[in-house]
């Protein structure tokens, strides 16, 4: 009981108390959804619920809570290729502005990297126990958290000043909105096609 107090005085310490809370129960909630659903939902029910929670839990965190909490927001931008497809705002580029509060900085950090792994560990939990279904909603379930990880850990590596900061990203989002990859996808797929 005395973790719970010093936690909860721990989050009324913060800059942005309301936008932590936020932030924390986003991360948590789908979580818990996975753990304990079953027990009063279905399968299906189960499986929207977790994963409506994950993407509010994303789009929460990538432009509301990212912002506040650590002054970062990140966004993908597949029209501009000449730096990458991460396109990054800072508190850097802003300099002097306020300074990020330590409390809501290492919270924010900690629940942003725990969510994927604690997902990597209920998927190898599935697939010991061969869970197949679930083993599908875990997998978006990472991909999720992971990607906003790895948004946020760019957008704090990222360096305003320097030209070609963005285009060592790891993962990169095909470009589909040019005719041209428009018509390459149609020779491919001609190419299946019987006679």
Known sequence: MEQVKNFYQMILKSSHPIAMGLHLTGKAMPIVFYLIGSWFMSFTAQ?????????????ITKNITGRKLV???????????????????????????????PIDSKLFWLSTYAAPVVWIVFGVMCLLQAKVL?????????????????GFRKCNQWD???????????????NITSFENLGNLAKLQSMFRSS
């Open 160 to 174: 305003p000043s320097a030209k070609s900061g963005q285009s060592d990203s790891w993962l990169q989002f095909p």
């Open 134 to 150: 679930y083993l599908i909603l875990i997998a978006m379930a990472i991909c999720l958290t992971g990607w906003n990880a790895h």
């Open 47 to 59: 499986f929207i619920t977790v994963l409506l929670l994950l993407a509010g839990d994303f789009y």
């Open 71 to 101: 002054q970062l927001r990140w966004w993908y931008d597949s029209v501009d290729s000449e730096e990458g497809p991460l396109s990054f705002e800072s508190y850097k580029q802003y300099a002097p502005g306020p300074p990020v509060n």
